[in-house]
């Protein structure tokens, strides 16, 4: 072992230098500060539990919503407080547009109605930087806040409460709508806004036969409509104006270029129509001008997609005829689906002219002191059967002065056009009848006429139809040659016939001609009858006297 080193007598013990002496100082001041801001912290965390505070749980002051003031409230609080206006609430109207027009309802007929809980929560957002379900961190010591990005949240929330409590802040409130009511208010909207189609068609400009090309329609399209309207509600609220959504319709013809040269051979077709009224002896006549008739042709596409092609509408003709009967005046009018029958008829023939019958009006009569049915029937010309018929409600036995009576028209009795230059005439007083053809007598007979409890009515009338041999089954007997006059009620009808023959075989009134015998008719020998059932025909006038 090697002894140990002498000591040496120059080696000094280490001295502190100065600049060791200067630490101390500086972990004093960084001490005081950390104190210094921990007071802070703690000053300010207990001005901020201060503010806060209170309003934890609650919204924070001076929010109002609908000018109900909910600051301080808790949640169920403002809740039971925005109840009790929101049945009252009027949000106005739902407005609906197509773009030209406009359509206001109320939106309490479209089912829209606050959204009290979703209102309530808007108005516990305002103030607070992240909404309060989802902001722990707010409420925690400044000992416990981790992260500085923290510290901006409670700090903001304080001066919003600080700056709150100087004014009011008004919430905007949340709304909801019901489907079902929104889709009620379209739903009924829907036929209003529809356009339909127009199919491809013909016209005149001028002269000239243009074809007019098919316009598409619309109709409502009501799911997307729906979905566009709960949605901006849900968002934005229910000041809104919604464009209503449509589905395009195409028409079922587009063009008609393929029949223009088949319309046009219809248009060239003339048509004349005439119509002669015994009563007055006037005859109107009406030719029918292009105009007229292009307003008749339909152009159709043919069912198996091949060309379309060109058609008479019937109702149409009928309204040109409707028209032209107005003309005439005093009630007058045509048989018009006979009359349409006619003018079709001649039309798809190529044209021509053709004869149309006219009716006359119904009549009326007030009675007088001293009428009876009998007398007034006379009056008029028409059977009393017939004047019965026309007056259901009324007991024509008691006849009141001043009474009103329907008259049938002069129709009831002659509804034939009547056959030009042939007559009869039948005087009762002589019995006698006489046949006119082109105003020359051509024959003159004696016949017998009904008794006095069944007579043979005065008037003028015209043959409506003729049998060989008629049955009257009232009395069992039959009529041969009938031709028959006037109805007289029912289904009963007085005519001329030859004497008759009972179900036994016997002729009666075989010696009674030129004296009242008969039921009604008007009774001729049997040669007589004959010649007579052979010359006249449906349409002939009849004079009786």
Known sequence: MHPAAPADPHHNEEVPTRQGRGCLPKVLVAG???????????????????????????????????DVALGGLTADEAAERLAEVASGYDAGSLVLSDGARTWAVPWSEAGLRLDVDATVQRAF??????????????????????????????????LSILSMR??????????????????????????????????????????????????????????????????????????????????????????TNAVQAQAEEMLNRQVQISSYD???????????????????????????????????????????????????????????????????????AGGGTVEVGLTHPQRSYVVQAGDDLTSIAARFGVPPGLVAEVNPDIDLNLLRVDQELAIPSEDAVKPYAPVPGKRIVINIAEQRMQVYENDALIHEWPVSTGIARSPTYTGEFQILSKSENAYASQWDLWMPHFLAVYRAGGDTYNGIHALPILSNGQRLWAGSLGSPCSYGCIILGIEEAKLLYNWAETGVPVSIE
């Open 166 to 255: 100087e004014g009011r802040t008004e919430v905007t409130p949340a709304f909801t709508v019901d489907p079902v009511g929104v889709r009620s208010v379209l739903t009924g909207l829907a036929a209003e806004v529809a356009v339909p189609p127009s199919d491809a068609t013909l016209r005149l400009e001028g002269d000239q036969l243009v074809a007019v090309p098919g316009q598409p329609g619309r109709v409502l399209d009501v799911d997307p409509t729906l979905d566009n309207i709960v949605a901006a509600v849900t968002h934005l609220g229910p000041d809104n104006q919604f464009a209503l959504a449509f589905q395009p319709i195409a028409p079922r013809l587009a063009d």
């Open 278 to 348: 015994w009563l007055t002896d006037e005859t109107f006549t009406w030719t029918l001008a292009r105009e007229t008739v292009v307003t008749w042709l339909r152009v159709e596409q043919a069912e198996d997609g091949n060309s379309p092609s060109v058609r008479i509408d019937e109702e149409t003709v009928q309204a040109t005829l409707a028209g032209l009967a107005a003309q005439m005046g005093n009630g007058r009018d045509f048989r018009l689906a006979e009359a349409t029958r006619q003018v079709l008829d001649v039309f798809e």
């Open 32 to 66: 005081l500060l950390l104190a210094l801001a921990a007071i802070g912290l703690f000053a300010a965390w207990t001005v901020y539990g201060a503010a806060l505070g209170p309003y934890r749980d609650r919204i924070y002051p001076n929010v109002t919503v609908l």
């Open 125 to 158: 957002d305002v103030g607070r930087a992240d909404p309060w379900a989802d902001a722990p961190s707010e409420w925690r010591a400044p000992s416990e806040w981790r992260a500085p990005s923290e510290w901006r949240r409670p700090i903001e929330n304080l």
